[in-house]
């Protein structure tokens, strides 16, 4: 049987632990709070720095999305359609930093795809567009570049962008240099055509 003083002290210790699980549940609200507000103010710069795609500009970013949908790369169209804000200049961040190509950069977590004029007028048609929008889809998943490069020229085929079809144009050059850079252990092939292991002649 409690003696009325552990009774007491065992309320008192109870009133203490409880006021101390309440000032720590409070103090991670308040810091997620605070960091949601942070995040929020960080969003919000980037779009404020910067100027969004112009109607003609959507169209042809619409039209790549397209391409990549008809040809399965489903889950990319989804995420370039329903989560990327396009912007055609370079906020405060992006213009800090060293840009990682020309054609396009993307701001993860924040979903935000700059698309520079290189993305519109080297790309000599909707397959290139849809292959750096395809990049940039990587990216959106939080994928590095290794990752991204290794990944557009793996499904270079399925996409219809192939050495045969577009190998003589300076966005297939451009593009095959910066793979060789990035994923170099796809060049590692000594029996197939130029080392590529994605390469099916040898
Ligand atoms: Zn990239």
Not at 96 to 112: E, G
Not at 118 to 128: A, C, I, P
Not at 144 to 164: C, I, K, M, P
Request: net charge negative; proline share 3%; charged share 25%.
């Amino acid at each position: 049987m409690k003696t009325p003083e552990t009774i007491h002290s065992g309320t008192i210790s109870e009133q203490l632990a409880s006021y101390k699980r309440r000032s720590r549940l409070s103090l991670f609200v308040t810091s997620v709070f605070a960091g949601l507000i942070a995040l929020g103010v960080f969003y919000c710069s980037l779009i404020a720095t910067s100027q969004p795609i112009t109607a003609e500009q959507y169209s042809e970013v619409n039209d790549a999305i397209e391409l990549l949908e008809s040809k399965g790369f489903e889950r990319e169209a989804f995420l370039l359609r329903h989560t990327a804000e396009f912007r055609r200049s370079d906020n405060w961040f992006n213009a800090a930093v060293l840009k990682a190509d020309s054609y396009a950069a993307t701001n993860f977590p924040f979903q935000i795809v700059t698309l520079y004029p290189d993305f519109y007028s080297k790309t000599t048609d909707r397959v290139e567009r849809a292959m750096v929008l395809l990049h940039e889809a990587k990216h959106l998943e939080s994928k590095d570049e290794n990752a991204a490069y290794s990944y557009v020229w793996r499904n270079r085929e399925r996409l219809g962008w192939t050495q045969l079809s577009h190998g003589t144009t300076l966005t297939y050059v451009t593009i095959s240099e910066q793979t060789r850079e990035n994923a170099p252990e796809l060049f590692t092939c000594r029996d197939h055509l130029w080392n590529d292991c994605t390469e099916p002649m040898k």
